[in-house]
C-alpha cells in the first residue's frame, strides 16, 4: 500500500512555507502520497493536495512550526493520532524534534527506519454528558471576566480534596507540566510518570499544586461565579454557566505521538526551558 503523510505548516512565515514544498517533493520522490492540511494548500497554491486535518488519516503528519501549531493539530486529528515528526519554527519549541536546517536529514532517518515513537497521555475532559476535544497540554478553567476571582472546589474520585480561590485552574498532562502549568509554579513531570498535575493559577488562599495517579477522576465544581470559561490547549474554548458548573477530567484513552531519534528529554529540559541557548545538538 501507498504510504501517506501529512503536512501542516505555520501561515506567517515564508521560509515556513518553502520548507513544506521542500518536504512535499521529498516524500513524493520515495513514492509516498503526501496532503497539505486545507489552509496550506490554500496560500501555497497546492489546492489539489487539500485535506482538512479532520479527515487527515495518514501514516505520518510533519508539523513545520512551534508548539502552538503542535497542540491545534492534536486538538483536531481524527484518533487514533497518526504519530507526529515536529520540525521546530516557533519561538521555544519544546516538544519539537528538529531544527529547519535537520529537517531533510530527519526525513531520510525516518525513511530508514531510524527513529522511536514517543507516546504521550493525553487529558480528557467533561461537561455533564458532553465530551469536548482532549488535551495534550492542559485543561484550564478560568472565569469569563477579566481579573474576576473564581471560587471551586476540588474533587478526585468523589471524595472532597479541597477549595480555592483563585483566577484559575489548570489541570495538566504529563506532556503539559512542562508548559502553562510550570509557568504557574506547578512541578516538572518525568516522562515514565503517568500523572495529572492541578496548579491554582494565582491562588488567594494557601494551595499548591497537586499530583494526581493517573486512575484519577478530577472534577472542577464551580461555586462562584455560577459562569465560567474552560479553555483546551490554548485554542479550544468552551463557556459554561446555566447549571453546568462541574468539569470532569481523567487520563484519556487517545495519545499523542511523535517520532524522536534519541531519548533526549532532559536535554530538550534543560536547553529549551530552563537554561535556553542558541545552539543545541538535534539529531
Known amino acids: 500500500m501507498t504510504k501517506t503523510v501529512g503536512i501542516v505548516a505555520r501561515l506567517d512565515r515564508a521560509e515556513a512555507l518553502a520548507l513544506a514544498l521542500k518536504i512535499l517533493e521529498t516524500f513524493e520522490m520515495n513514492g509516498f502520497k503526501v496532503f497539505f492540511e486545507a489552509e496550506l494548500a490554500e496560500v501555497s497554491g497546492k489546492h489539489s493536495y487539500a485535506k482538512p486535518l479532520g479527515e487527515m488519516s495518514v501514516d505520518l503528519v510533519v508539523t513545520i512550526g512551534g508548539d502552538g501549531t503542535i497542540l491545534k493539530t492534536c486538538l483536531h486529528l481524527p484518533k487514533p493520532e497518526p504519530p507526529i515528526l515536529a520540525i521546530d519554527m516557533g519561538a521555544r519549541g519544546f516538544l519539537t524534534e528538529v531544527s529547519p536546517e535537520k529537517a531533510l536529514e530527519a526525513i531520510n532517518q525516518y525513511l530508514k527506519g531510524a527513529y522511536h515513537i514517543e507516546s504521550c497521555s493525553k487529558v480528557a475532559c467533561f461537561v455533564g454528558d458532553s465530551r469536548l476535544p482532549d488535551a495534550l497540554n492542559e485543561v484550564f478553567v478560568t472565569s469569563r471576566h477579566l481579573a474576576k476571582i473564581l471560587y471551586f472546589k476540588v474533587w478526585r474520585d468523589g471524595v472532597e480534596v479541597a477549595d480555592c480561590r483563585a483566577d484559575g485552574v489548570i489541570i495538566a498532562s ?99 526551558l530552563l537554561f535556553p541557548r542558541e545552539e543545541e545538538t538535534w539529531l
Open 174 to 272: 504529563q506532556v503539559g507540566s512542562t508548559a502553562y502549568s510550570f509557568s504557574s509554579g506547578g512541578p516538572i513531570i518525568d516522562p515514565e510518570v503517568d500523572a495529572l498535575v492541578l496548579t491554582p493559577v494565582c491562588p488567594v488562599n494557601l494551595i499548591r499544586p497537586i499530583v494526581f495517579p493517573a486512575n484519577s477522576s478530577i472534577t472542577i465544581e464551580v461555586l462562584k461565579p455560577k459562569t465560567a470559561k474552560i479553555i483546551i490547549d490554548g485554542d479550544y474554548q468552551k463557556n459554561i454557566g446555566d447549571g453546568e458548573t462541574k468539569i470532569t477530567v481523567r487520563i484519556s484513552e487517545n495519545k499523542s505521538k511523535f517520532i524522536r531519534f534519541r531519548p533526549n528529554f532532559y536535554g530538550r529540559l534543560k536547553n529549551r
